[in-house]
């Protein structure tokens, strides 16, 4: 086991590394200069943009800045943002705590009901209940998320009037402790909602085809005939085996769920990383930029990794087939 989890590790530095240098080149080529956006269209006095972009080191050539780049980011070092005047990794950082603060909590519900209507459609194949449910994934895998958040913010913010519209806390008030805590609560049912039934779909997909599969397999007609019960057979010998698929969604949703989050985040103006880069784009903030692809890059190889361990976990064939290579 311990071979088999450092030889992912061993992988995951140099594509971390490859992502870095393919984002700095494609941002650094794009039209637009980052300069003008900070600058504006307002007159200047002479040899002012161009001591700025100096002092940014922009006026070096692409290699060099590459080069500079890299060797910053190996001392933990990922620049200073030219709009928001502050050093990118704490912003980065405070701006990933909004938004892991709604993936989190969506992700999860999403694996949960998935993987729990997926166990009450499968063994009910071609009946009443599995077309139900087909329905219902089928329906929440098709509905764009930026379109549902709005029908969300329609249906319960502006007609019911019953959730806020956007936001993470409420403007008009300033509230601390326990009542601050319901606040951000409140806010954050929409945005949840709106993810979980996204990916919630795709679990209970992938999930079904999965529990299906391994319901026609030899052990759950010998668990039957030994007298156990649909439920037990079901948690205890079906499950087990079906969640290799299942895991690999899930931790793939995970990684798809931080550039879904773009579109959440612009919805009800959750100022999560989302909202950072729209924003960064924008301003042409190039570090903010690299610094949010460098986070996103990482979050996806460590949620690879942890599903390669799971693999492993539960299937000991994945970790004895490695051995013997």
Not at 79 to 86: A, H, L
Not at 119 to 146: E, K, N, Q
Not at 184 to 209: D, Q
């Amino acid at each position: 086991m311990g071979r088999y989890v450092l030889a992912r590790l061993a992988w995951a530095g140099p594509v971390v590394v490859a992502i870095v240098v393919v984002t700095f080149l494609i941002i650094h080529i794009v039209p637009g200069d980052p300069i003008q956006a900070l600058v504006g269209d307002f007159p200047t006095p002479p040899g002012y943009a161009e001591q700025v972009r100096k002092d940014f080191g922009l006026d070096q050539p692409l290699s060099t800045q590459l080069w500079l780049y890299l060797g910053n980011l190996a001392q933990g070092n990922l620049g200073f943002s030219f709009s928001n005047r502050q050093p990118v990794l704490d912003l980065v950082l405070d701006r990933s705590r909004y938004t892991l603060l709604i993936m989190l909590p969506a992700l999860t519900l999403a694996a949960l009901l998935g993987i729990v209507l997926a166990l009450a459609a499968a063994p009910r194949a071609g009946g009443l209940v599995d077309s139900g449910i087909t329905a219902l994934s089928v329906t929440g895998f098709s509905i764009p998320i930026f379109w549902l958040g709005q029908i969300l913010v329609i249906a319960f913010a502006i007609q019911l009037q019953w959730l806020p519209a956007q936001g993470m806390v409420s403007a008009r008030q300033s509230l601390e402790g326990w009542p601050w805590l319901r606040d951000v609560l409140w806010h954050m049912v929409l945005p949840v909602f709106s993810i979980t039934i996204f990916y919630v779909a795709i679990v209970a997909r992938v999930a079904r085809a999965s529990v299906l599969e391994a319901l026609s397999q030899d052990f759950v007609l010998t668990a039957r005939a030994k007298g156990l019960s649909r439920r037990t057979v079901l948690w205890q010998h079906v499950l087990p085996n079906a969640m290799i698929p299942v895991v690999t969604v899930i931790g793939y949703n995970f990684g798809h769920s931080l550039t879904g989050a773009i579109l959440v985040e612009t919805v009800f103006a959750w100022p999560g990383l989302g909202n950072l880069f729209i924003t960064s784009i924008g301003n042409r903030d190039y570090p903010v930029l690299l610094g949010i692809f460098l986070v996103t890059a990482i979050a996806v190889v460590i949620a690879n990794l942890v599903t390669d361990i799971l693999y492993a976990a539960l299937d000991p064939r994945v970790r004895s087939s490695y051995g013997r290579t």
